[in-house]
C-alpha cells in the first residue's frame, strides 16, 4: 500500500507543485510538460511511447528519388534549395490527396518547372539591377 503526504489544511491552486488535479472520473490527472519553445502541454509519458524517428513512408521513399534525380539532372548549386523546398511542398500537398502517389511525380514534376522558372527570372532580375548600379556609380 503506498502512503501519501497528508492533504494540505487549505486547497492548493489548482496547477501548483502540490495539487492533486483530477480528471473527470475523479482519477489523478496524467502528469504534464511543456515542451521547450512552444509552450505545448503534453503528457509526460507520451515520450515513452513515441518513436524518435518515424518509419519512412512509401510516399518518402519515391520522394527521395524524384529528388535525387532531379539534383543529378540539376547543375546549379544555388537552386539546390529551392528544388528541395518544392519536392517537400508537393510532397505535403499529395499527402492530402486520395491516392498520393499517383499525384506526387506530376506535382513534383509541376513544382519544379515553376521553381527554375522563378530562379532565372531573378537572375535576370539580378544582372539588369547591376547593370543599373554599375551606371549609378
Known sequence: MTRHPPAPSRPLPRNSPGSRVRDVAGRPATP?????????RTPAIAGAFLSPRPLPTPLDHLLDRLLAAALQRNATPSLVPA????????AAIAWLQPFPLLVLPGLFEEKLIATRRRHHQQNLILSRSGEWLGLAS
Open 32 to 40: 504534464s510538460r511543456t515542451r521547450p519553445g512552444t509552450g505545448i
Open 83 to 90: 528544388i528541395r523546398q518544392a519536392a517537400h511542398e508537393a
